[in-house]
């Protein structure tokens, strides 16, 4: 198994400029998650989705940030317009439906952002 | 108040030592209680469930105390390969399939 997949690992980009995150789950995973992760804040949930569909983003931050899944293989997290403040490491999350209030989330390498 | 919260070290421990060390949550009607381990620079994994009764696994100890609202974690024997950022992770009945998760306790164990 090839684990949770994210690209890009690295981006460097100016305030401003769009920017997209891509995630691709693992297959069979019906639960997806994004987050991010600062020193000051830890590691918060922006939103995540259950068979393709956005169950919650009360995480997300601001109108700046959208994510969409449209298939059962693939989510993107956007930023636009992109602020220095957004700089941090998004991670992706995947999980298969679980019993008995038990769950493991996998975690993707994360892609780690900085905005200049 | 932070919904959990833990101490963020580093707890310096020496190799073959014993170190402990606690988690506390807001929320009383938490349900489920997990320990995440991560790495430097890398996503975290899933070291343990927590158990009401508390559970054990190979060196790793971890206890719930519903009543003061605390989970721990104990680390017997400890090794180098230990070095590392514990996360204590909580998901609240009406979360749904929400986590929260603590900043974070760094351990750094030493020969």
């Known amino acids: 198994d090839a684990g949770v997949i994210q690209s890009p690992r690295h981006e460097v980009t100016e305030m401003g400029q769009e920017v997209t995150l891509r995630c691709k789950p693992i297959?069979?995973?019906?639960?997806l998650f994004w987050y991010r992760q600062t020193m000051m804040r830890g590691l918060e949930l922006l939103i995540y989705?259950?068979?393709?569909?956005?169950?919650?983003d009360s995480g997300m931050p601001e109108d700046r940030f959208s994510a969409k899944m449209p298939n059962a293989s693939f989510s993107t997290l956007k930023i636009q317009p992109s602020e220095p403040r957004d700089s941090a490491v998004y991670f992706c999350?995947?999980?298969?439906?679980?019993?008995?209030?038990?769950?493991?989330?996998?975690f993707g390498p994360g892609t780690r952002l900085l905005v200049l | 108040r932070k919904e959990v919260e833990q101490d963020p070290g580093p707890f310096n421990v020496p190799e073959g030592a014993t170190v402990a060390f606690n988690c506390t949550y807001s929320?009383?009607?938490?349900?489920?209680f997990f320990w995440y381990r991560q790495d430097c620079r890398k996503e975290p994994k899933l070291l343990m469930s927590?158990?009401?009764s508390g559970n054990e696994d190979g060196r790793f100890t971890a206890q719930l105390n519903r009543a003061s609202q605390y989970i721990s974690l104990l680390i017997r024997d400890s090794k180098l390969s230990d070095s590392a950022t514990y996360l204590c992770?909580?998901?609240?009945?009406?979360?749904?399939?929400?986590?929260?998760f603590g900043g974070g306790t760094r351990v750094l164990v030493k020969p």
């Open positions: 989705f259950n068979n393709n569909v956005p169950i919650d």
């Open positions: 927590v158990y009401s």
């Open positions: 929320n009383s009607a938490s349900q489920s």
């Open positions: 297959s069979g995973h019906d639960y």
């Open positions: 992770v909580v998901r609240g009945w009406a979360a749904g399939n929400k986590l929260t």
């Open positions: 999350a995947s999980r298969t439906r679980a019993g008995g209030g038990q769950e493991t989330q996998y």
